[in-house]
């Protein structure tokens, strides 16, 4: 059928981001015993508590085992060989961007990602993660000004211990899953964020992920903390070289939202997806939470997933302070022989909670895209409400549309709708907009678009360029 | 044949300028299913026209605005059809658009998500750059389809909403023709566009078409009844049976059906179809 | 899933040493089962489809076989009897054939209306009984395969038309010492017939046992079969059921299924689609309250093009009732042009009570309309201030409103005697739960 060949043409787009950077990097071992997780400790320079964290869980991730009940198959990643820690030789921590290794700084300019601060964007800070360090946080000072602290993890750990100690494993225990326990043990870097009382963050902040390192993992850490009243919006994005061997990303990402307190976290994940045999690619097994610990606090995740050969991710939010809100907007393209299985949890405790879920899935090619979710009403979470909207789009007949809601409820007087389609792009559809003088693509694109608009338009301005080219969509209303 | 009289060339040039749509001898079936549903169309129709084709349902008629848009279901298998000269029979549907020609829905079809103004501002453009008209920006094509709205008299806030989702029937076809006033296409065939219709918001469609009727384009009227062609007069009348044209006439055509029923001409063209 | 037996044997293990031995007919069927059955270790919760669902009321009970089917007073008997089915009646008590009670025979040539063990050389028998059932790794109906006494045994010949619903009535009798029955049926619908059955199962006191009905249907090119199934076990008692359904082509298969009593119940209905231009429903009711526990996992698996497939799952849960359901829709590879809706509502009236839902769609093909739906919820305030605007007590607008939720499931019941019956005990449930109700 042509219209499922422009519509892949138009999501298989040839990889853009798959070059590599020539960097000589820091010697470290392979595999991983208690002395990797201590040397990792004493590269990063931590104190003894932060070591003896990355221990405890260590040891718990060595009594654990890979889980096995999502709907993926794959080889599974080889612990022994993999490099745990991967840093560029010409660091130490940089205070000037001329102290930047040259290859790197180049690297983010062709992501599009300048770090000079009067290229970017203005309005959006940026944290540049190459591999397992951060290369360089651009507007702090700005940032430092509004109180604002943004940072690399590791920087937090030794300038903000009372707050890493305080909130660092408090909504992704060490022992949450297999995967974040490894990275509880083992991780490199990431950012920090943290939005003191009364402050709304003058400025989008921005972490931007880059794996170069063929061998490595990626084990990033992020903890973003917003106080009383203060709200701030994050932005992620990802990008992987194209290498025939499967790397592993499996990262954490803590949000704390006090009372009245609003956190937005948007991801762009594009890691790259691997080639038309599933050779190579991103394993994407990464814990996101949210603890919306506040009375009337807010946490709201938007996604868009193209990247990876196989995802597993469901960032979630525990809706504990009185009438706090969650919220998930996702949209997650599936081609070749991509496997994601993603979703998200919303756990009501709180009373008169909200939680609104937009889940739209699109697969095409050989992939399979599947939508797995929890919403739950615990016996307390008085009048709780929850929607949930969960579409799939099938694109050609070798492809699969799964959808794995848990829904459960232990309170009368809570609420939840759940509604899930599937369809297709109707040949009816395609020629009605050809009659109108639009090209095949285009219309193919102007469909999908129509299908995702819901969660596209929860999409930070910056992003929304972003997304537009990832899909292949042309935006409809960018200006305006 | 051998024609190399002067005049007719210079008649023949001139005719050429004037037809906008020629279908000879189309033969037509659904694609892959071997069922012929056009069974040898002719039909000429010039600049300024209105043709009305009339017929009882399964008549081909619907299929026949189908076929000269290229809707892919139906597979050509005689015959050709010619516009401005040219035949289209290669063209992509978008591609027939971007020459001008226009089909409005009989069942329009909904784009759930996306906007009336992005449908039209992106087929608006692209049929522009296309035929050397300029590519007009958000705002100057805000202004310009804002005057457009008043000649079917829709609502703004109709902009913003999905195509056709959620419309109602006379809503659908209202916004047909108010597509057509935005594309300002050289040949309309207007797919049983009076169907569903109120008499109020026929007689708002009808207004319309009349007014964006001109001297530069032709209208195709595809129509099981008489009602429509009381708002917009023909200038010929065809009415269509098993898949062929089996009389044509003036409006006058229309009235003589309308009194004696399709019984009176499915005679005539069993009679006809035995005599071949 | 490397379902082993590592562990323990169960209790259906232990008891599957006395299978019946009066039944040499069978004794292939039960030896194969048993093989698989020693084989195959009893489910626990960390495997998915048991992940909501405890079965240690079962694995802690110590049945016991039962040697005799018990002795009943007729009228005890007789006052389940549904009018319409006076000439095609089956009757069973505790999994045994009672052929005194029964009526076969009475609709005539071309439907067979018996027991299995009477027709365990009739051709249909030995082509489909326990080779229909298709369960993974499932002990229960490996158990029943073992075990069963006996069973139901419907048949049509190409074309026949059953004129009276068949009613196969399962009665489960007072025995000192929990016990389990192992029902079985075999309905096999020959190309072009029609026919109902009327499949009862009632506790008539308050002790535990446990039941396991498995049930295979074949519905063949042009047959129809409705299949009403209503589940009244003890309030003590376990059930566990396993029908499973084959649609070929141009047929129809419609199922209810009532689910009132016993404390724990795990019903699994599957229906397999065998060719194109199929239509199936897999409705359910379930009205439950107390300590219980109502499971409902079934499967609709479309695997050719065109077909039209329904479900409608109504739930109400009071006291400390825990409803669980999993409605799993599949779509294979190729089948295009499947219109599959299911819809699951669920009303929690009680603080105590707790719903799990998961309605899951698998979809291979890209050419199909499919939906889920599900809600959980207490009645619309709306709706129940609107009534008491009409002069109601909160708690009559309350009982009336639950009663019409709950009414919606069973209007397909086309047997008349039945549907009062199921009107009768939707009002009883909704009567009997009206003065609780008011706490939320």
């Known amino acids: 059928m042509s219209e499922t060949k422009a519509l892949e043409t138009m999501i298989g787009e040839e990889y853009k981001y798959g070059f590599t950077t020539d960097v000589e990097y820091e010697d470290f071992p392979k595999g991983i015993n208690e002395d990797v997780v201590r040397l990792i400790s004493e590269k990063k320079d931590e104190p003894e508590w932060m070591t003896e964290f990355r221990l405890k869980a260590y040891r718990a991730w060595t009594e654990m085992e890979e889980p096995t009940w999502f709907n993926a198959t794959y080889e599974k990643p080889k612990f022994d060989t993999l490099q745990y820690y991967s840093a560029p030789k010409n660091k130490p921590k940089l205070n000037s961007l001329d102290e930047v290794d040259p290859n790197i700084r180049e690297t983010y300019e062709k992501l599009g990602i300048p770090l000079e601060e009067q290229k970017m964007l203005s ?64 991780f490199s870097d990431g950012s920090f964020c943290y939005v003191p009382k009364d402050t709304i963050c003058p400025m989008e902040l ?51 939202a006090l009372d ?221 | 044949m051998r024609h190399t009289n002067k005049s007719f060339l210079k008649q023949k040039l001139n005719q050429k300028e004037t037809i906008v749509l020629e279908l000879k001898n189309l033969h037509a079936e659904v694609e892959g299913e071997g069922i012929e549903i056009l069974k040898g169309v002719n039909l000429k129709v010039n600049k300024g026209e209105i043709h009305a084709i009339m017929g009882p349902n399964g008549s081909g008629k619907s299929t026949l605005a189908k076929v000269v848009a290229g809707h892919p279901e139906y597979e050509v298998t005689g015959g050709d059809i010619i516009y401005n000269g040219e035949s289209i029979l290669e063209m992509d549907p978008d591609e027939r658009a971007h020459a001008g020609v226009f089909l409005a829905f009989q069942y329009p079809v909904e784009v759930p998500g996306v906007t009336n103004t992005t449908l039209l501002r992106e087929s608006y453009n692209t049929i522009a750059a296309s035929r050397g008209r300029e590519e007009l920006d958000p705002l100057e094509f805000d202004d310009y389809i804002r005057e457009k709205l008043d000649l079917v008299e829709m609502n703004p806030d109709f902009l913003e909403r999905s195509v056709n989702a959620g419309f109602s029937g006379g809503e659908k076809k209202r916004n047909e023709i108010f597509q057509m006033a935005v594309l300002q296409p050289t040949l309309s065939l207007l797919d049983e566009t009076d169907s569903g219709l109120d008499i109020d918001a026929l007689r708002v469609v009808s207004d319309g078409i009349n007014k964006l009727h001109g001297e530069e384009d032709a209208i195709v009227l595809i129509t099981h009844y008489q009602r429509l062609l009381n708002y917009i007069i023909p200038d010929f009348v065809h009415v269509m049976i098993g898949g062929k044209i089996v009389k044509s006439g003036g409006k006058e055509l229309a009235f003589e059906l309308e009194e004696k029923g399709y019984d009176w001409l499915e005679s005539l063209a069993k009679v006809n179809g035995e005599a071949k | 899933m490397g379902n082993l037996t590592k562990a323990e044997p169960s209790i259906l293990h232990n008891l599957a040493i006395h299978a019946p031995e009066n039944t040499p007919q069978w004794s292939n069927v039960r030896g194969k089962n048993l093989k698989a059955l020693n084989s195959t270790a009893f489910p626990h919760r960390k495997i998915e489809e048991w992940r909501f669902t405890d079965l240690k009321p079962i694995e802690r009970t110590e049945f016991v076989p039962l040697s005799e089917a018990g002795v009943l007073p007729a009228t005890d008997i007789e006052k389940y009897f549904i009018p319409e089915s006076d000439r095609s009646r089956l009757v069973f008590i505790n999994g045994r054939f009672q052929e005194k009670y029964s009526s076969i025979g009475g609709l005539g040539k071309g439907v067979t209306v018996g027991n299995l063990n009477a027709n365990a050389s009739h051709e249909t028998v030995s082509s489909y009984f326990d080779k229909l059932v298709n369960y993974e790794e499932d002990v229960f109906t490996m158990f029943n395969g073992v075990m069963f006494e006996d069973g139901a045994f419907i048949h049509l010949e190409k074309g026949a038309k059953a004129e009276a619903p068949i009613q196969v009535l399962n009665l489960y009798t007072d025995a000192s010492k929990p016990f389990v029955a192992t029902p079985r049926m075999l309905v096999v619908a020959e190309e072009e017939s029609d026919v109902t059955i009327i499949e009862d199962h009632i506790g008539l006191s308050e002790n535990r046992y446990l039941t396991i009905p498995v049930c295979e249907v074949k519905t063949k090119k042009g047959a129809h079969i409705h299949h009403v199934r209503i589940q009244r076990d003890s309030i003590n008692a376990l059930h566990v059921s396993r029908p499973i359904a084959y649609v070929e082509k141009n047929a129809e298969y419609h199922s209810y299924t009532i689910t009132l009593g016993a404390k724990l119940s795990r019903n699994e209905p599957r229906v397999v689609q065998e ?135 069973i209007e397909n019941v086309k047997v008349e005697s039945v549907h009062k019956l199921l009107i009768e005990e939707v009002y009883r449930y909704t009567k009997a739960n009206s003065v609780e109700k008011v706490t939320a």
Request: glycine share 8%; charged share 25%.
């Open chain 1, 123 to 186: 309005g959006v800070a940026v944290d540049a993660v190459f591999d397992s360090v951060s290369i360089f946080t651009t507007f702090k000072e700005k940032l430092a000004e509004a109180g604002v602290i943004f940072c690399s993890i590791s920087e937090a750990v030794k300038d903000h211990p009372e707050l890493v100690k305080k909130y660092m494993g408090s909504v992704v225990p060490v022992r949450d899953n297999f995967y974040a326990a490894l990275n509880s043990a083992v």
């Open chain 1, 206 to 256: 921005s972490t931007y992920f880059r794996i170069n390192n063929m061998n490595s993992g990626q084990f990033e850490r992020t903890l973003i903390i917003a106080e009383e009243n203060s709200h701030v919006s994050y932005l992620e994005g990802c990008t992987a070289p194209m290498y025939d061997e499967h790397q592993l990303h499996a990262a954490v990402v803590e949000l704390i």
């Open chain 1, 260 to 480: 009245n307190a609003e956190i937005k976290y948007s991801t762009i994940q594009n890691w790259y997806s691997g080639d038309e045999e599933g050779r190579g690619g991103i394993y994407n097994f990464v814990t996101k939470r949210g603890a919306c610990r506040g009375k009337n606090s807010k946490i709201s995740w938007t996604q868009l997933e193209t990247g990876s050969a196989v995802t597993l991710k469901y960032p979630s939010v525990i809706l504990q302070g009185d009438n706090s809100v969650g919220e998930f907007f996702s949209v997650a393209v599936t081609n070749k022989r991509q496997q994601a299985d993603t979703g998200t949890k919303m756990i009501h405790i709180g009373k008169n909670t909200k939680s609104t879920i937009i889940s739209k899935g699109i697969s095409a090619g050989r992939s399979d895209n599947s939508y797995r979710g929890q919403v739950k009403i615990s016996k307390k979470a008085d009048n709780a409400r929850n929607y949930s909207q969960c579409d799939s789009m099938l694109i050609g007949q070798t492809c699969g549309a799964h959808t794995f809601p848990y829904i459960e409820s232990a309170n009368p007087t809570g609420k939840i709708e759940h509604e899930a389609t599937t369809s297709r792009v109707g040949e009816d559809q395609i020629f009605y907009l050809q009659q109108r003088g639009i090209s095949e693509d285009d219309a193919i694109s102007l469909i999908v678009n129509g299908f995702c608009k819901e969660v596209l338009k929860e999409l930070p301005m910056e992003f929304a360029v972003e997304a537009n080219k990832l899909l292949g969509i042309k935006l409809e209303g960018s200006v305006g």
């Open chain 3, 275 to 409: 060719d194109e231009e199929v239509n199936f429903t897999l409705d359910g009711l379930v009205l439950i309250d107390g300590e219980q526990i109502a499971d409902t996992h079934s499967v609709m698996d479309h695997r050719f093009s065109h077909a039209n497939s329904h479900q409608l799952h109504k739930v109400v849960v009071n006291g400390s009732a825990h409803s669980i359901f999993n409605g799993k829709i599949f779509v294979r590879r190729d089948a295009q042009k499947i219109d599959s809706f299911q819809e699951n509502r669920n009303l929690l009236l009680s603080i105590d009570g707790l719903v799990n839902t998961k309605p899951q769609l698998e979809i291979f093909a890209d050419d199909v309309l499919c939906s889920h739906g599900a809600t959980i919820g207490q009645l619309d305030p709306e709706e129940v201030f609107y009534l008491q605007s009409r002069g109601m007590t909160e708690e009559k607008a309350k009982e009336v409103l639950t009663y019409a939720f709950a009414l919606e499931t």
